[in-house]
């Protein structure tokens, strides 16, 4: 009997020895690893890059825009993409040394394409609202808009926004212009943008749309004929920029002098004349 407790005792020793010895490895080998994950998360932090820096690696500056709102982002009788804003974009991503790349998006999904980084920012005529810098940074205004309210040539119950109240309005859901349109009282019909909202309102399936002066007056030189007319038009003008997720800075900066450069020698107004016939940045 006290030989058998006596190895009993030898066994339990020799695990406890192993156990502890297997603990201390343990421990050992979970120190390097923690040290290791510290190290390699440093050199990630390190090696990681702002916005600017991956676009001028990629030699790209992705570019949301809708491709259907005239005369800023549509497509000329070629197909080509083009635009007073795609120009714009154009330039600035040239002053970065990169080129641009469109990404066409429709109006309503363009906000969640920046949410989801499937471009880096959005030239869009995009009006600098409050509620959306809560959300997004902006660049400096590159251009200066009124709201219009279009209605049917023959059309002579709405002469004011106050009138659109229990009329439909063509309108894209998460534009500003929509916003205008609701405020007054209209019922909103979802619209995919400017053009659609135009061929509605020829068609008579809708009553009105609040929408850009710069569109209306590019629509009516291009179609001097159309049966459309402005009955109002808001008194302060709207600034549109480009939009950017928050937290890249160092892109925005760019922008930013990019755009001061385009002003300056000249190259902004030469498009502004070439859309517009003047300077629309003021």
Same mark, same amino acid.
């Given at each position: 009997?006290?030989?058998?407790?006596?190895?009993?005792?030898?066994?339990?020793?020799?695990?406890?020895?192993? *156990?502890?010895?297997?603990?201390?490895?343990?421990?050992?080998?979970?120190? &390097?690893?923690?040290?290791?994950?510290?190290?390699?998360?440093?050199?990630?932090?390190?090696?990681?890059?702002?916005?600017?820096?991956?676009?001028?690696?990629?030699?790209?500056?992705?570019?949301?825009?809708?491709?259907?709102?005239?005369?800023?982002?549509?497509?000329?009788?070629?197909?080509?993409?083009?635009?007073?804003?795609?120009?714009? *974009?154009?330039?600035? *991503?040239?002053?970065?040394?990169?080129?641009?790349? @469109?990404?066409?998006?429709?109006?309503?999904?363009? @906000?969640?394409?920046?949410?989801?980084?499937?471009?880096?920012?959005?030239?869009?005529?995009?009006?600098?609202?409050?509620?959306?810098?809560?959300?997004?940074?902006?660049?400096?205004?590159?251009?200066?808009?009124?709201?219009?309210?279009?209605?049917?040539?023959?059309?002579?119950?709405?002469?004011?926004?106050?009138?659109?109240?229990?009329?439909?309005?063509?309108?894209?859901?998460?534009?500003?212009?929509?916003?205008?349109?609701?405020?007054?009282?209209?019922?909103?019909?979802?619209?995919?943008?400017?053009? &659609?909202?135009?061929?509605?309102?020829?068609?008579?399936?809708?009553?009105?749309?609040?929408?850009?002066?710069?569109?209306?007056?590019?629509?009516?030189? &291009?179609?001097?004929?159309?049966?459309?007319?402005?009955?109002?038009?808001?008194?302060?003008?709207?600034?549109?920029?480009?939009?950017?997720?928050?937290?890249?800075?160092?892109?925005?900066?760019?922008?930013? &002098?990019?755009? *001061?450069?385009?002003?300056?020698?000249?190259?902004?107004?030469?498009?502004?004349?070439?859309?517009?016939?003047?300077?629309?940045?003021?």
């Amino acid at each position: 009997m006290k030989k058998w407790s006596l190895l009993v005792l030898t066994l339990a020793l020799t695990v406890l020895v192993a *156990a502890c010895g297997n603990n201390t490895n343990s421990d050992a080998t979970s120190g &390097q690893g923690a040290n290791t994950d510290k190290a390699n998360n440093g050199g990630n932090t390190a090696a990681a890059t702002n916005l600017l820096e991956s676009v001028k690696a990629s030699g790209k500056l992705r570019v949301g825009t809708e491709g259907t709102y005239a005369p800023f982002t549509y497509h000329d009788k070629d197909g080509k993409l083009t635009g007073f804003d795609v120009e714009i *974009a154009e330039e600035v *991503a040239k002053r970065l040394g990169v080129e641009a790349e @469109f990404i066409e998006t429709p109006w309503d999904g363009i @906000f969640a394409g920046l949410d989801a980084k499937r471009f880096d920012t959005v030239f869009n005529q995009v009006t600098i609202r409050d509620d959306r810098k809560e959300k997004y940074d902006f660049s400096d205004p590159y251009i200066v808009s009124r709201a219009v309210l279009i209605v049917n040539d023959d059309n002579e119950e709405i002469k004011a926004f106050a009138d659109l109240k229990g009329k439909k309005a063509g309108q894209s859901l998460t534009s500003n212009l929509s916003d205008i349109a609701r405020e007054n009282g209209a019922e909103i019909e979802a619209t995919e943008g400017f053009n &659609q909202a135009i061929d509605l309102l020829l068609s008579k399936r809708i009553d009105a749309t609040v929408n850009d002066g710069l569109s209306f007056f590019d629509l009516k030189k &291009q179609r001097p004929d159309v049966k459309l007319k402005i009955v109002d038009e808001l008194p302060d003008a709207a600034e549109s920029a480009a939009l950017f997720n928050k937290g890249n800075e160092e892109l925005i900066e760019a922008v930013n &002098q990019a755009l *001061a450069d385009i002003k300056s020698d000249g190259k902004y107004l030469e498009i502004s004349e070439k859309y517009f016939g003047e300077d629309v940045s003021k």
